[in-house]
């Protein structure tokens, strides 16, 4: 894996406020949300991605994120949702997307595993979370790239790398946002994974 990872600042303590939002206790989101806010990324940016960190880390670590993002940027977010709705033809043309030719073939395996959170994953996950706006789908692939490394979701995270290259990240971009999730994992199981990660950028 090359060392040059093309992430600009901003982009690189987004990723990093992600990866302690999916990961940290209270007081490291806090600081890593703040590092995020000197390096420009604005509140509303930074909500949608706190918004995200349930998908990854559940609901607790998400309600913690939020805490911390109130905390640091000294404002709630207004009393009435005003985006949340399904996007029920955005959310299947981002799965499709994500997984390209084989977006059939993992949608049958889902439905193997549990139809019930199959639905809940085009429902919720594709068309209420991650078709929303706010954030770019490529931003959001990166995120997931960072938060699945950390996480060491193996199957989930070449996935994501491809989904990523899809949606226009460079392979520079994606290695970053690996780099980003991984640092904290041993070094066994990132040579590991950054092999994974290789293997699908040169398929991509």
């Known amino acids: 894996m090359t060392r040059s990872d093309t992430l600009s600042p ?79 033809a955005a959310g299947r043309a981002t799965f499709d997307r994500i997984y390209g030719r084989n977006a059939g073939a993992v949608r049958a395996w889902l439905r193997g595993l549990d139809p019930d959170v199959t639905r809940w994953i085009e429902e919720h996950a594709y068309a209420r979370v991650l078709s929303r706006p706010g954030l770019a789908p490529v931003e959001r692939e990166l995120l997931a790239v960072a938060a699945l490394a950390v996480s060491r979701q193996e199957r989930q995270l070449v996935s994501h790398v491809l989904g990523a290259r899809r949606f226009g990240a460079t392979p520079g971009r994606v290695r970053g946002a690996f780099r980003v999730g991984a640092r904290r994992l041993t070094g066994k199981v990132r040579a590991r994974l950054a092999r994974r990660v290789e293997d699908a950028l040169a398929s991509a």
């Not at 960190?53 to 949702?81: I, K």
């Open 10 to 88: 901003s982009s690189r303590a987004l990723l990093e406020s992600f990866v302690a939002a999916v990961s940290d206790a209270l007081p490291r989101v806090r600081r890593a949300l703040a590092d995020a806010r000197r390096a420009g990324v604005g509140e509303a940016k930074l909500r949608e991605a706190m918004r995200m960190v349930h998908l990854f880390g559940g609901f607790p670590r998400s309600l913690t994120a939020l805490e911390a993002l109130r905390d640091v940027a000294g404002t709630r977010a207004s009393r009435e949702p005003t985006t949340d709705r399904v996007r029920a």
